[in-house]
């Protein structure tokens, strides 16, 4: 049977890792190349490389680090920020990325993610959303990487994630931004209105803080993955100890 | 013993030769026809989709030198589907150094692409999987595959179960990524360099 897969989230800034509170006061967690081998040691099962100011400021991200985190790891790993085409998602995936993801210039130009697919196959395209939950509705923003840039999008998240499905993405990383960083668990409801229209892979980003926010998120709400930057970054859960505990519950987890 | 990765034009190139450095295994990438023509070993990668990997290998001039290949070769996952004779992947007509076709995987009501860790079942005993065990977990992202036959070596199970490893004489493919699937992963890619021709 196929793992649910535990992924650490390192959202790079300047050629570090970095994490906020809800996309906002970011803090150095350390380098980039320590932290990939580290976490693929541990046992994560993929690893997500967001370069967090890429698109606010305008840049591609740095290609260096793409290639030396694929020389170092022996696990799969994502590489998301900034990429605009179909030239700077190859470039990437030359460079030893085994998926690109894409959030805000998909918003911006939605004809993007159907290149990208036809270029390089559904299978290594990710749509990464960024989710706000208003009192009302789930609504998609954009340029989430600095709050001072961050913008309404008009569009409704379901609505998105079917959208992005039938143009070509192979996997959704669904971030409920009320719920990141803060360590309350997963937005259990929303992940599981997801999972009802999402025929792909579909990832849950945003909000574990303990063991039991993983086990809800895989036996409730039925995602493929769990994406968590904190709780690791901050040992506040070993990926060991973590795994260990949900396969003890039955949970499919690659041990 | 050495290994030359067949330049296919597609994307991954970079990282089947970094995890051969890992091992310590020298290895080249090429799209050179004498280089491969005397390669111990060939590697034969990709991702993407099958009619441009195929049109890829057609500009190089590499479609009859694969074909008449003596020594050993891996196909890695969509590398691996072109060894077949045809892939519903855009009705293509593949190497066919194996027989039978490549189609659509029925996840049912599992999500697809098929896209994670899974385990390996039903292992023949052969070199290339020596030290590999059944459920033993390998890292699988496609959405085409080739069914389970006399080939098969080892299979795995996503709504249907298919071939996650074959082989045929000199002709070897894996449906997984053994480059980005751990030391299970790299254990394979070492048997395949240091396997008997």
Redesign the interface.
């Known amino acids: 049977?196929?793992?649910r897969?535990i992924i650490p989230c390192l959202d790079v800034r300047n050629g570090v890792v970095v994490k906020g509170v809800q996309f906002r006061d970011h803090e150095i967690v350390g380098d980039i190349l320590e932290l990939a081998k580290r976490y693929a040691e541990q046992g994560a099962?993929?690893l997500v490389f967001y370069d967090i100011t890429a698109s606010t400021d305008e840049r591609i991200v740095d290609r260096e680090w793409v290639?030396q985190v694929?020389?170092l790891i022996?696990?799969?790993f994502c590489v998301a920020g900034g990429i605009k085409s179909v030239e700077a998602a190859?470039v990437r995936?030359?460079?030893?990325a085994?998926?690109i993801s894409i959030n805000s210039p998909a918003l911006l130009r939605p004809d993007l993610i159907n290149e990208l697919r036809d270029?390089?196959?559904?299978?290594?395209i990710v749509v990464g959303i960024d989710s706000f939950f208003d009192g009302k509705a789930y609504r998609v923003k954009s340029h989430t990487g600095d709050a001072g840039k961050t913008r309404e999008t008009g569009r409704e998240t379901l609505d998105w994630i079917s959208e992005a499905i039938e143009r070509g993405a192979?996997?959704i990383v669904l971030n409920c931004m009320n719920n990141d960083g803060v360590r309350t668990g997963y937005d259990l409801d929303q992940l599981s209105l997801a999972r009802k229209i999402?025929?792909?892979?579909?990832i849950a980003s945003g909000g574990a803080g303990e063991i039991s926010h993983f086990e809800d998120v895989f036996n409730i709400s039925n995602v493929?993955?769990a994406l968590a930057a904190s709780v690791f970054h901050k040992n506040i859960l070993p990926i060991p100890t973590l795994k260990t505990a949900l396969s003890n519950t039955g949970i499919e987890i690659?041990i | 013993m050495a290994v030359v990765i067949v330049d296919t034009g597609c994307?991954?190139?970079?990282?089947v030769s970094?995890?051969y450095?890992?091992l310590g295994i020298p290895n080249t990438i090429t799209k050179n026809k004498d280089i491969i023509q005397k390669a111990g070993r060939v590697i034969l990668p990709g991702?993407?989709?099958a009619a441009y990997a195929m049109r890829s290998l057609q500009e190089r001039d590499l479609v009859t030198v694969l074909q008449t290949l003596a020594v050993p070769i891996l196909g890695i996952c969509?590398g691996m589907q072109l060894l077949f004779e045809r892939s519903a992947e855009g009705n293509v007509q593949g190497l066919g150094l194996l027989s039978g076709d490549v189609t659509r995987l029925n996840t049912g009501s599992?999500?697809?692409?098929?896209?994670?860790?899974?385990?390996l079942e039903d292992i023949q005993p052969c070199q290339l999987l020596e030290g590999i065990s059944n459920d033993d977990?390998v890292?699988f992202?496609?959405?085409y595959a080739a069914h389970t036959s006399p080939d098969t070596l080892a299979a795995s199970?996503?709504g249907q179960q298919f071939s996650a490893v074959v082989g045929k004489n000199n002709i070897y493919g894996c449906q997984f990524?053994p480059?980005?699937?751990?030391?299970t992963?790299?254990k394979i890619l070492e048997n395949f360099a240091r396997m008997g021709a």
């Not at chain 1, 995936?93 to 030893?96: F, R």
């Not at chain 2, 994307?11 to 990282?15: D, H, I």
């Open positions: 049977m196929l793992a897969r099962d993929e290639t694929s020389a022996d696990i799969p190859r995936l030359e460079q030893g085994d998926k270029a390089f196959g559904r299978q290594c192979g996997e999402c025929s792909v892979p579909l493929d993955g690659r | 994307a991954n190139l970079a990282s970094f995890a450095d890992r991702v993407g989709s969509l599992y999500p697809s692409p098929h896209m994670g860790w899974n385990v977990y890292y992202v496609h959405s199970t996503h990524h480059e980005r699937s751990g030391k992963g790299a």
